[in-house]
């Protein structure tokens, strides 16, 4: 889904966020999803190639998280 962008974050917490239609113009606190599954931080996120709303996330903690983002 190009219209989200999906950040990880120092304290292993991971977020996504919906683009609006014409872009971002303005700073925003509200996410459309939490993910907490890393007790350090997470640096690395990677969509499945072909599954819809399947992300991958590794974190320094040396876990890797498979997460369904459906909404």
């Known amino acids: 889904n190009p219209d989200i962008l999906m950040t990880a974050s120092e304290d292993g917490t991971i977020r996504g966020w919906k683009i609006p239609e014409g872009g971002i113009t303005a700073d925003t606190e509200d996410s459309l999803i939490s993910l907490n599954g890393h007790s ?3 640096g690395l996120l990677a969509f499945h190639p072909s599954a819809s ?19």
């Open 53 to 71: 709303n399947v992300l991958a996330s590794a974190g320094m903690d040396g876990v890797i998280n498979l997460w369904d983002i459906t909404q």
């Open 40 to 42: 350090r931080k997470c």
